[in-house]
């Protein structure tokens, strides 16, 4: 009973092909092109405009999308330019609302304040393929702000209207197995960030019942998974990643299944960037499994350190004052050791001495539990100490691979996911402060 | 594969049902109850908040739903007064932006005027049933709104939100036929609008293969039409009602299609009020049936005239002055027979006489092709007309129900939709002036 | 990814129609349109029809559905002489089976013995809707055969094919509520033979949570239910039908539903007659009830005796033995009450004297418990009983609507299933014992 | 709507495995085992058992599968001994049958002659998982029957019940492309036995919209693909398959689809060999793309000849007469290049001399166009022909893979299907006549 739309909505691949093949159509011409395209923004934001919007829209996304680089970038400082709010007609407006702030006001207030490419966008979102389409916008655009501060309020608003239209009460979350469509997979193959899925095999794998994969789908882009988690139902906290995905591990059955541990998480959508997606995935998950395996005692993650090896090199971390002493003779272990540059090459953590691990663990802890809530922290560690977990083990050769070692000199963490506690750590962390486990308190 | 929500997502029923009930439990105790809510309101909002926002905005909705009317009242009154933007704060911002409009700070401006009920409400949606139940806060709100006109600015902003989520780019259009569940087809029993459906008898023939029925849909509302058309398909555009809406008519075969109809559009979410869906629907089922039907030569509409006698009976519009003199003589001989009122009151278009048809006719063109697009002017008029259609033929005696006698005098109208024409068509409306067949304007 | 047939296959009207308008475009021309049939029937059977055999029966079987009933009994007849098996040749390889029984000669016999005609109707069943072609091909036959016994062998042949292709285990049971299809429903309505479904309002109630609905459908006929069994979910076993079955009544909690009652069980398809399917669709919606709800203790049904009256008036039946004289007493009674005749008009079980009602429920406890293994017995009765259900309560005043008056006196029966009990239960009553609970055995 | 089953239907992985479950825990004790799974055959065949067969043959089914290899072929043989026809009671029915072959004798006699294992299978089919059980049954049958030639009645019962469950009427018919599910794809790799799929990526590339897949379904069997025939479109008739693989090359668009190629048909379920299936698939196949791609002119094969290498070394088919001295010429030119057996090692048709060439060539023709219809025959040139298909080209180095030289010399076959001749070109092979284009009869 479902309206079928002419590119077959079924396949993504069908999706992307169609704007590729209308954009083709409309493209070269650069500042011929441009000139249509700003006239029909103009012509879609007009009063003209609205009675036959989804006409105009349906003309207007392709050639848009087929603009050339330089093109669009142009189409970009317009954007920035000639569709921001009026300033007099703000000020003015605030001013009237501040001598006297009711409703009348605010709402004139709210009209002239609101950038009026907003509005350019929801409509443009109207087409068929709108929302893909503004996603791919955003791409390039994100990519133009790196030499373009000046469309820093362009971008707000495209960030703006995403995170409103991909709120995670609209997206729907999938567990996703070897049931799935090729064509899905494929995505999963392609997108996995953290821990390089080696082709069909590995992914079979990793989709057997002891492994699950769950990803957030937004209605408008069947098929596209928009970022995905994958866990390990395990018997206790793992220590390494190896076991986890080694394609010819044995699947275990369910009754020992005690921990569920997320081991990797990756975005699939670069024009989602900033939307939040995965904090609100692995509590959706977590709240899922516990539904589906009331045995599951704790909801973990297994996690790398990315930025530690970086951090030991740069070497110029204020220490917390009551530990400064252990902290710089550590400092001076690792010297001895030939300095943290050289560990990047060929370190084994599983030949290494008990006094260099031991430095070590040290300064992961000290990196982990006192450089996260600032701007030196780990990206990961800031993600999952934000979400409200807690920093629970430092696990020495928890990851052997070249990556592993050259990033995280081999260690890997666990992050703990108690959603009793959540919030209140998350403020914490907000507030400067890292809730960890007593092994790490005791560890420095 | 896709993951069944608590509240069975496939039953609208279900879904109302379990928010009643999670309601239910909460109600009670108005002052207490509304404080709770209120608290839950700020936490949902701040930084702390966030982390932990699918969990509080679940506990959070129903508690909402739950409240009494007047507590609720009170609620709104907090959300106006509590959460609306800082005047002086926003000021600043605006002379700053007003001082050097960059990017900085027109960032800074539109975080200052954006109301943060409006992030309040995002969240909310993020519950489970968290776009149902803000559409049930709008109806209660919009209710309010009769006598506070204070929360005009909190209406407005639950306005801008559906309006953004409700999105055309983010419906689903859907042909409902006698395949559809009986739980959604009760729904357009319940809510046609304009020629009620007698039963299931009635709604059956409305769904044969010369009736079409689309409606939007919203992926977070499944089985929940949020507005639906019917359409006849027929040899010609129709001049009355009753042989549409013929149970015991026979279905014709598809070689008679030739004009596509709209005989009835209906709301089914009061929710939505403002929210631009109509419009919108007539398109997309136009272009749907002409893909589908290549054969069909014109689409039109076939409606009531609403406003008509209660129009008549005011008598006080001034009439386009080089037909002056007609319509003072086509109000005097409607006088002479009785009055407006009166014909209100057991009047038979089929045995009316020729001057008195003559001078209704008269009026009615005078109606709705010069009071439309005055305030004064009729709602389905202003509907069609506004969308851009054209005003094409009036019907003698086209509805002799009880309420098409009353409202219409039993005349009807067709609305032409060309799609070529309807941008132009619409600017014209805009711009006070209807279009109109030669037919009609050569009428008067 | 599943491929659409030509005739939606989402519809059984769609289906039927494309047949009906296949058929008519064949039909007429008896004698010749006959000839053509029979022509296509040996070409399809013959070694040559192999390779073409899906193409030729699409083509045979809309003339065969077209043929008028005149033709149409010919064709039967046809079936009977010329396709059937050739008696000397069965006999020959009989002889040379019997004198060596080995593999060889019994392939031998089995293909001599088995009529042709069944492997015809293999081969018809290969064009797009042949299965429903030959439902309906039976359905004819069916009726046929009360004027032309010679037909027995064909109808034999038929019905065999037919038990082996709606074998239960190509069978899907399926719940059905609200949520079906306004079509599947419509048949519901129609087909209901026990209780008839006044109306969509009625169905609705019988659809409600408290009351379930099971059929069974055969993937080839999607859409069309074959056989559906109602049930009341409620806390004890009821005595009567009214409350069962008032729409009006509301709907109770799960956490009443102690007893699933099976009140009414219809076949639709009279092309399976003959097939076993009420039987299996009990057990699998027992089974499939006992999962969902652990909670219930009992499965019974609440049956008519529609034989009862008809059984009274005859008067004909020998009481068993050690009854006689109570059974004579109670005619005796009966006599006085103005016989059996008398009560089928304007009897009142309410008001019914004591001594009346002792009489009537002692012989229908003896119609019930004595006759339902003999010819004699009632249908109903046959049924469960048949099925290893145990005679369990006889209810007076159950039923007071003016069927159940005239045909059971108003009275109704719980029949029981336990399933452990069935299989045993079933052996008693082949061998001529009807299991009955110890207050039916103490009752007469 | 649709019931789920425990072992969940859209996993035929799920399945299988349940049924090993099962299988296992009901393993060992061979003798004992098999006393129980007979003494169940027995029960379930009953009367007794009719009422309770659901739950018999579910508990019967999984011992049946669980029993080793000894016992399970001592039941094959008790299935011979006990559960065939009594050959006295079938002679004696045959008798009365003869004497006066009315219905009634003969109902008497088709029941006399049907071995009741036939029932008990038909029975055995109401389990849960009942005709994969069946289907496996028989895959050990036909193993068995290798050795002992007295189970051919037993295999003749099942061949008989299968080809009437597996009725075209009863299969679907389904596109596979890169959106089907990992799951069955899986099948496809594992399955496809003509030209092997390399991995992931080459099938891909054979999914892509110039490369078409179809397989058969059974409703009972959801996911389990029965036979699968690939295709390509193409501009003109393909002489050599690498091309047709080649996992590099460029998707054609569809206005070059001319020529749809079958190139590969496999059967994935052994338990239904002797089943006729790759027939009808590939004949709805035709009709299928016939209606979606109209510009197609022709269907037609790209086939090996795999018994081509063998016959010639075999050396003593008779010649047709009028091409005796050719074939004879033929032989000698082989002969003087080292014979048939030296052609199989290193054999290169590239760079082969036009003589030999030719004389292969001939022989081909010869063992093509005059040996199919016999016992010698080419099994692959049989399916075609029997199909009704046309011998049409012959390919000089059309496959120069390994498995290619070594079986057909590097040849491959184009054969023709034209819908409109098949069942006359079927006849004519049935009588020993093989139709063949020009070019073919005039090559020798």
């Known amino acids: 009973m479902m309206l079928k739309p002419l590119a077959d909505a079924a396949s993504s691949r069908g999706r992307r092909a169609a704007l590729d093949l209308l954009s083709r159509r409309h493209s070269g011409g650069g500042t011929r092109a441009l000139a249509r395209v700003l006239d029909g923004c103009r012509r879609l934001l007009s009063e003209r405009g609205e009675a036959n919007s989804l006409a105009i829209a349906a003309e ?24 921001g709010p009026d300033p007099q007609g ?39 393929g709108g929302t893909a389409g503004i996603l791919r916008l ?43 469509s090729a064509e899905l997979l494929e995505r999963l193959i392609e997108h996995e960030a953290v821990h390089e899925i080696q082709g069909w095999g590995d992914l079979r794998r ?34 390494a990643i190896a076991p986890l995905i080694d394609p010819a591990s044995p699947p275990r059955p369910a009754r020992d299944f005690k ?14 960037k900033g939307v939040s997606l995965g904090n609100f995935l692995i509590k959706r998950v977590a709240e899922h499994l516990q539904r589906e395996l009331p045995q599951l005692r704790s909801f973990c993650t297994l996690s ?8 030991l090199a740069r070497d110029d971390a204020p220490a917390p004052p009551r530990w400064a002493q252990r902290v710089a003779a550590a400092r001076e272990t690792l010297t001895a050791a030939g300095g943290a540059a050289a560990l990047g090459k060929g370190f084994d953590p599983v030949q290494c001495d008990g006094a260099l691990r031991e430095a070590i663990e040290l300064l992961a802890t000290v990196y982990l539990a006192h ?10 560690a800031k993600f999952h100490l934000g979400n409200g977990a807690r920093l629970e083990r430092l696990n020495w050769a928890g990851d052997l691979s070249r990556k592993g070692l050259k990033q995280s000199l081999g260690l890997m963490v666990n992050y703990l ?18 809730s960890a486990s007593r092994r790490i308190k005791r560890l420095p």
Chains 1, 2, 3, 4 share one sequence.
């Open 417 to 434: 996911y108690d959603l009793r506690h959540v919030e209140e750590q998350h403020e914490r962390f907000v507030h400067g402060e890292v």
């Open 371 to 380: 450089e996260a809530p600032t701007p030196r922290g780990d990206a990961v």
């Open 259 to 272: 921990v569920a541990t997320f081991y990797s998480i990756s975005n699939c959508e670069p024009g989602l």
């Open 90 to 128: 703000v000020l003015l407006a605030a001013q009237r609302f501040a001598e006297q702030p009711d409703a009348e006001r605010l709402i004139a207030l709210t009209a002239a304040s609101e950038p009026p490419r907003q509005e350019l966008l929801r409509r443009l979102n109207r087409a068929p």
């Open 138 to 180: 955003r791409r390039a655009l994100l990519a133009a702000l790196r030499t373009q501060p000046g469309l820093a309020a362009v971008e707000a608003d495209f960030l703006h209207l995403l995170s409103s239209w991909f709120n995670p009460g609209f997206l729907q979350m999938q567990p996703i197995d070897w049931r799935a």
């Open 60 to 83: 207007l996304m392709p050639r848009l999308v087929a603009l050339d680089d330089e093109a669009r970038l142009r189409f970009f400082r317009h954007l920035a330019d000639d569709f």
């Open 206 to 239: 990793r989709l057997q019942p002891d492994r699950r994969c769950f990803a957030f789908f937004h209605p408008q882009l069947p098929g596209e998974p928009l970022i995905f988690v994958e866990v390990a139902l395990l018997p206790e906290m793992p220590a």
């Open 304 to 311: 790398p350190i990315p930025g530690f090896a970086a951090w």
